[in-house]
């Protein structure tokens, strides 16, 4: 199956109540991520897709948080390619600002800086 249409379906899955459904939706998503160019992640949305992993970041089973942590790191080596070296914090911490609550920001911005 291509990228984009896994990706939608497992969108719905990684807010799954039960544990272990959203831990294996999270990995399957992080695994057609870490496969997609940046074409396709935009066509996706890079916004939606780092909402996603900010949502996971803090999930009880580290499965999921592992896969949170991958798809924002994809997501921020896609987003700062193009940008100069001392500007790809500054383009990174605008576009989490940007697209997610405070404190959620703040979560996935430790993920890259770390």
Known sequence: M???PLL???????????LRIRAKAAVSLSNC???M????MEEFGMGE??????DLVNDRLPEA??????????????LTKDAEVE???????????SKLQPIH??????????
């Open 2 to 4: 291509t990228p984009l």
């Open 8 to 18: 939608k379906k497992l969108k719905g899955c990684v807010s799954h109540t039960n």
């Open 33 to 35: 991520v870490s496969k």
């Open 37 to 40: 160019g940046v074409e396709e």
């Open 49 to 54: 897709m780092i909402e996603v992993a900010a």
């Open 65 to 78: 948080r592992d896969a949170a942590r991958s798809v924002a790191t994809t997501v921020y080596e896609a």
């Open 87 to 97: 500007q790809k914090m500054e383009v990174w911490q605008s576009f989490c600002q």
């Open 105 to 114: 920001a703040l979560s996935i911005l430790k993920i890259v800086k770390a």
